[in-house]
């Protein structure tokens, strides 16, 4: 029964809607077998309902045996795991000889397998989401089209945020979580590095959101952006080894970044202590305990900052209980607070910015590209999971078709790959507007 | 041969010379036999040198079979190991029905196996060296004391740091190398969370060291306080719950915390992000890539703060080259830095101070107990190492002459176990200090 069916998605959970879709449709008409596997196999059922030629599977990813049983059957695998797994599951692929897809970070343990996968011939195509993923193509065929100009790129910045539509900004965060609750509370706690006119620049966690820097963005005015993790790998990943200027980073409408510092700097963000929560203990009490709230819990009314402004609409100094009992980190009491605070209602839509702006220069003088993608969710489909999905799942399909020939380990930043994805995105109106102008 | 020979000394490293020496002695005393086993046989050996009755093994701590097979020979098991081996060791031990005695921690997964220790009738007794260890005992004796006069605690803090004797103290940090430089560098990165008042009270880590105390301790004028980890679980351990003040720290001579807190503000003890080292490299070129030390080294020399004399001594605005190269993180980075600057000279004595300060109410009146160490080193023996070991030996040279009759995991919070060890420091001249009086 070795590869005797074509693909097997693991994982049918908030990012898989548009994937599962695309790829039981593409099955549908090209007659390839598809089966999702979940630990919930109702779950799954439910992603599939429309199309009842997809197979469902309860699948414990755990479980070595079951795993690597169901992996043995089919030919390609995209993974929709926690990170966390993937390594498990890339073991298993290059066991078996299954090719292998996913939207996560190509993780240390998998650079290490580089060789196997090649030896083995088969193809792992990994950060093919919406950040990482269109982000690494959108940027490559800017640079490449530059390039291709004869271009010398001097400055390279790409923004991308998860935010909501400009009009369900309701709160003085303009903000609301479109995904991982968890992951927003505790971003940018490694810290950033950047490149600067060819200097490294370090921003220590606690700088990080009020080191933001404006970002211009075509009808949205002028935006927050902070810088990620590591940018500077981006010079080899990109092949900009002689830009000067390289960062890449976050976006938050206008309103975020300095009161998430506030609580940054008051260690509400902290995950390394433990604080005793009482019954019936009030976000009153709690913000007692953070000695750097003070100022802000003070402030006259008539005279409140725009920071105490925000933290006041979190309820942060409010006599509401905060309904949770025994030992928590303050990161995950916040965590709390701001998924009651922060959760997209019914008739809230997501907006997904990224916005690239790449200077170079040409013979006749300096040039300024600016490529912008603004993609709004629809009711019952969040703009996130579908440009995480739909790259995934395009380079499944492509991949299937014979069109996407390339063996070994890589990111979607060769023509080979992001080519046909972007221009299969755009037939979707999924297409960034594209500014080029001398400076 | 199960349990034919009777201690067994894992790891001859930094903090074993007192242990070795006093358990070698001890068993040349009491005819016991002694192994020490290490992964560097003459390491072993070098420490065991005055006594030839002791054997030593090689031994690869991570290999399993060997592990087990030389367990299984001994009756208590002493670990210097460090502290990620313990629970290897700790299950060893339950299987092979060995006692265990440690200077670590102990951890959430040998706090798990307390059931299984006490049903096989073993003894455990852990976080038995200096910090933790004699904190504990010495804490206790004072709190059992006015516990049985009556008192009522109402605040309870105690501070302990490892550091060079007043005379030695001959740079602007009046701080040297005399332990672990790798924790130094690291340290209080998860934050602190303290009980101040019947508050609790979190610190984050980049306030951690601007929120620094100043404690007075008897011959040596007032010193730094800032507060470790977490002081709160100590309310249960050491039976503190109706205490309103419960405060633990580290100790610094005065003129450390402030310098120490622009480093981390600057985030040069980041540990997530790796810079580039280039070959010949600069130190002040490194010290470019954050931007918060520029206020620093830009001060005319004339107007020079105590924080830019303490930065510029460290050498980091000169044109030394740093001698690494290759990715490294901020924290590796400044660790080197250190380690060469903060380098213990043959002639520069360490020295250990640790002091509880405990106010409690009588009938008659409030009063304040005061208990202080102050341990020089030797030329050839650190105090920081005698205060590690000899607790430790003790209490299994006790064990096994039948006077330490206890068996279950333990902390030394129990005047079982902290008494006869305290009475026997007392008579090696390791004694606190006390003071108590009306306030």
Excluded at 120 to 133: K, S, Y
């Amino acid at each position: 029964m070795k590869h005797s069916k074509h693909i097997l998605v693991l994982g049918s959970g908030r990012s898989s809607g548009a994937l599962i879709r695309y790829l039981a449709q593409a099955s549908e008409d090209h007659g390839w077998t598809m089966t999702v596997a979940d630990r919930d196999r109702s779950l799954a059922q439910q992603k599939v309902a429309e199309h009842p030629t997809v197979c469902c599977e309860a699948l414990d990813a755990l479980d070595a045996g079951a795993r690597g049983q169901i992996i043995a059957q089919h030919k390609v695998v995209v993974s929709l795991l926690p990170a966390y797994l993937h390594d498990l599951v890339a073991e298993d692929c290059i066991e078996m000889g299954c090719h292998l897809f996913t939207a996560s970070y190509a993780s240390r343990s998998l650079r290490e397998k580089a060789d196997d996968i090649i030896k083995r011939d088969l193809t792992f195509l990994v950060e093919l989401g919406l950040d990482p993923g269109l982000d690494h193509m959108s940027a490559m065929a800017d640079i490449d089209r530059i390039r291709s100009l004869g271009g010398q790129i001097s400055s390279f910045s790409s923004f991308a945020g998860g935010l909501v539509a400009p009009e369900c900004c309701d709160n003085p965060w303009q903000y609301k979580f479109t995904w991982n609750p968890f992951n927003v509370v505790r971003a940018g706690q490694t810290g950033a590095l950047y490149i600067k006119q060819d200097r490294q620049v370090v921003v220590p966690y606690h700088r990080l959101f009020a080191s933001h820097m404006p970002i211009p963005v075509r009808d949205l005015g002028v935006l927050e952006g902070y810088p990620n993790r590591d940018s500077s790998m981006y010079k080899v990943i990109y092949g900009l080894e002689d830009t000067e200027t390289v960062i890449r980073g976050t976006l938050r409408y206008k309103g975020f970044c300095d009161p998430w510092q506030a609580l940054v700097d008051a260690g509400l963000t902290n995950d390394g202590v433990k604080i005793l929560v009482a019954p019936q203990m009030t976000w009153r009490e709690f913000a007692a305990m953070f000695p750097g709230l003070m100022a802000f819990q003070t402030e006259p009314e008539q005279e409140q900052s725009d920071i105490g402004r925000a933290l006041h609409w979190l309820g942060l100094f409010s006599d509401t209980p905060i309904l949770m009992e025994g030992s928590h980190t303050p990161a995950e009491c916040l965590e709390q607070l701001l998924i009651r605070k922060w959760q997209l209602q019914p008739e809230d839509r997501d907006f997904v910015v990224m916005q690239h702006q790449i200077r170079y220069e040409l013979p006749e003088g300096q040039r300024n590209s600016t490529s912008t993608l603004l993609e709004k969710g629809e009711p019952d489909q969040t703009a996130m999971s579908t440009l995480v999905g739909l790259p995934l799942a395009i380079a499944v399909k492509l991949f299937l078709l014979g069109e996407l020939r390339i063996s070994g380990l890589h990111l979607p930043v060769v023509p080979l790959i992001y080519r046909p994805i972007l221009r299969e995105l755009e037939t979707m109106d999924i297409r960034f507007h594209h500014q080029d102008e001398a400076v």
